[in-house]
């Protein structure tokens, strides 16, 4: 039997779980992000098993066309847009999911908010390039403002780090209510809109639907301060990636912090690789070495309980 893990970018996926204990099953890692469906399926071949990390790769239903062997499809995660489920399910396929942390994403957030307000990137490249000594003023965190589109596991986190910084928490949600808000560490904001243009620092923390799909265009752009900053760790999908262009080279928002996009690999000459006031970061939110080995470490698990005919964490 052959299983075939996809998009191992860091060339670490046998390394943080034990493949070995899969008796009679060849393991093969590739590292290539294949954007092909020809040179994909070449690539996957006869694997029964199928390992996607995130939503790197998407498994649709004209590759599935192509790998009439294929039994699983193991994805990081519990969640994945980016599998046609119903096509799963209709070529008899079984698809398991592994446990995630909202840990690393929420870490990441902060670390493209404190990069943004202090400057960090082009102050450290003129240490580097032996240029200008102090060339930026940073922002207070103390005292601003922060802004968050969504209040769930991740939300949260980031609101308990902005509280300890001494910032003014605000969120915003569709269903939230004042005692979830409350509850999460921060204030109900009435609208949307009141919290964008309240806000200092908004951050990005919405699950993408086709309700919020676009949720951030150029209205909502519009109602942010010319000094404030966006951050979005979630989904690209929750803004319109071309509007976000234009409000930056207008110089309608002081920055963004962005780790995912429309496309990712993110083409080498788009505008978002270019443009001065964005602190980008190539989807980082859940690569760490908690996530990827407890990642792996399921996958293993799903394949060896797939094998044995009583799959785990099925996804519906």
Known sequence: MRCVILDDYQGVATSYADWSVLPGVEVTALREHLTDEADLAAAIGDAQALVVMRERTPVTASLLDRLPGLG?????????AAIDLEACRGRGLTVCGTASASTPPGELTWALILGLVRHLVPESTAMATGGRWQSTVGRDLAGATLGLVGLGRIGTRVAAVGAAFGM???????????????????????????????SDVVSLHLVLSD???????????????????????SRAGLVDTEALVEALREGRLAGAGLDVYDEEPLPADHPLRRLPTVLGTPHLGYVSEGNYRRYYTEAVQDVAAWLAGSPVRELT
């Open 72 to 80: 699983l499809v193991v994805t990081s995660g519990m969640r994945n």
């Open 211 to 233: 309700s919020t799909r676009g949720l951030i265009g150029r209205a909502e752009l519009a109602a942010m301060r010319p000094t404030s900053y966006l951050v979005n760790t």
């Open 168 to 198: 003014d928490v605000l969120a915003w949600s569709p269903h939230l209510t004042a005692q979830r808000a409350g509850d999460g560490g921060a204030r109900l904001a009435p609208s949307l809109a009141a919290l964008l243009g309240e």
